[in-house]
C-alpha cells in the first residue's frame, strides 16, 4: 500500500522560507514515478505547484525564481524549498505520486504566509 506523508508546513512571515518533505512509503518505483506537489487555498481549487519527472522539473508561473522540488530517491523523498514567501502562498499543500496509470496523494500540510 503506497502511501505519503506531507511534513514541513507552518506559519512564517512574507519574505520567509520553509522546506515541505513529503515521503513515500510502500513502492520499489520512487525514482521513476513521477512527483508533484499541489497546494488548495479555501474557497479556490487545488492546483498544480510543481513537478518532477523525468529529472526534469516544472513549476507554476506563480512560483517561479522562488520555489524549488527536489528528490532524494535513496530516502524516497521529495522536497519543496519555498523562498520569498508571499501571504498568496497561504495554503494547505499536497504531494503526489504518480506511477503508471495510479495516483496517490499525501495527507497534506498546512503553509501560512502573514503579511
Known amino acids: 500500500q503506497v502511501q505519503l506523508v506531507e511534513s514541513g508546513g507552518g506559519l512564517v512571515q512574507a519574505g520567509g522560507s520553509l522546506r515541505l518533505s513529503c515521503v513515500v512509503s510502500?513502492?520499489?518505483?520512487?525514482?521513476?514515478?513521477?512527483m508533484a506537489w499541489y497546494r488548495e487555498a479555501p474557497g479556490s481549487q487545488r492546483e498544480l505547484v510543481a513537478i518532477s519527472r523525468y529529472g526534469s522539473a516544472d513549476y507554476a508561473d506563480s512560483v517561479k525564481g522562488r520555489f524549488t522540488i527536489s528528490r532524494d530517491n535513496a530516502k524516497n523523498t521529495v522536497y519543496l524549498q519555498m523562498n520569498n514567501l508571499k501571504p498568496e502562498d497561504t495554503a494547505a499543500y499536497y504531494c503526489k505520486f504518480s506511477f503508471r496509470t495510479n495516483d496517490y496523494w499525501g495527507q497534506g500540510t498546512q503553509v501560512t504566509v502573514s503579511s
Open positions: 510502500g513502492t520499489v518505483f520512487f525514482s521513476i514515478g513521477q
